[in-house]
């Protein structure tokens, strides 16, 4: 759920760079205007939308976090000590889908999978905090409920992806590491590699709207330079993307299920950034004419 520079209505799945409302109550007004006429611009009556404030991002890393973190315990507890999931955890996993001993499925891809998912939440909460600069940008309140929603679902999709037996996780030779593959290394470095770089794309946004000692003096939209911004305008909807990629390879490339996450959540973002392409060439007239809305050199 990204609120950049750009236009874009947020979606859930999506990440989220929104900004921090500025301390001039002329900079403040301002920052209304401008969000009502890039809703207005996207299509939307924002009085029909009963908009809550793209400041709510926050929540959902907050749910995140403190959800996915209570999965990633339990999963601990049932790989390394031996201890049952809840009943109703276990019942909750069956609706989704889980099977005892899923054939080709290895534990440590889930257990590192999930634990990816935790710290990228966990990233992207002290973000909103401390890096992003959130503008009076709104969405719907559908969406935010959708949101809250997706983050806890997404945990429970990975969990449901554990080999298990009746009640707690099946570890073939009792011991992780020696599940280990060579996915498992290319998944945590394209993980790690793609999270350092939307954390720099999220930094550049965030100067945009700060003076040199780090102040928040505005909350007007210009054009972000540098990283991968220099190739496509939503650079931190690509750098999403790719962490869920990296995902998929840590699951060893086959698992269709998480592809499926992934197909979600490319549809997402790629419609977020053409929407923040378009305001953007619409805006500046200066616009760099070679980059792209979302894939370099594609699209």
């Not at 959902?60 to 999965?71: E, M, P, Q, R, T």
């Not at 710290?119 to 905090?129: I, M």
């Not at 100067?207 to 939503?234: A, E, M, T």
């Not at 929407?275 to 007239?285: D, E, G, L, M, Q």
Request: hydrophobic fraction near 50%; charge should be positive.
């Amino acid at each position: 759920m990204e609120s950049q520079g750009g236009a874009a209505r947020p979606r859930p799945g999506v990440a989220s760079q929104p900004s921090a409302p500025p301390r001039r109550e002329g900079g403040w007004r301002a920052c209304v205007a401008r969000s009502r006429a890039m809703a207005g611009w996207a299509g939307v009556e924002l009085s029909a939308l009963n908009p809550l404030r793209t400041v709510y991002f926050s929540h959902f890393y907050i749910i995140s976090v403190l959800w996915n973190g209570f999965l990633l315990w339990s999963l601990s507890q049932s790989v390394f000590l031996g201890a049952p999931f809840p009943n109703w955890l276990r019942a909750l996993l069956r609706t989704l889908g889980a099977t005892p001993f899923r054939v080709g499925e290895l534990a440590l891809s889930a257990f590192l999978v999930l634990v990816f998912l935790w710290v990228h939440s966990l990233r992207r909460l002290f973000e909103c905090f401390y890096v992003s600069v959130f503008s009076n940008a709104v969405i719907h309140v559908v969406q935010y409920c959708f949101g809250l929603v997706y983050y806890v679902l997404v945990g429970l999709t990975v969990l449901s992806q554990m080999p298990m037996d009746d009640k707690n996780v099946y570890v073939l030779g009792k011991n992780l590491l020696t599940q280990a593959r060579w996915f498992h290394i290319l998944g945590m470095l394209m993980f790690f590699w793609s999270s350092a770089h939307q954390y720099k794309c999220h930094v550049i946004l965030s100067n945009l709207r700060r003076n040199k000692k780090g102040v928040i003096v505005h909350c007007q939209h210009r054009i972000p330079f540098g990283d991968w911004f220099d190739y496509v305008s939503s650079a931190n909807y690509l750098a999403e993307l790719m962490i869920y990629i990296s995902m998929a390879v840590t699951f060893g490339f086959h698992n269709l299920t998480w592809w499926l996450v992934v197909t979600y959540v490319f549809f997402s973002q790629a419609l977020s950034a053409f929407f923040n392409h378009n305001f953007y060439k619409s805006t500046f007239v200066s616009y760099p004419k070679h980059r792209k809305a979302f894939l370099p050199f594609l699209f």
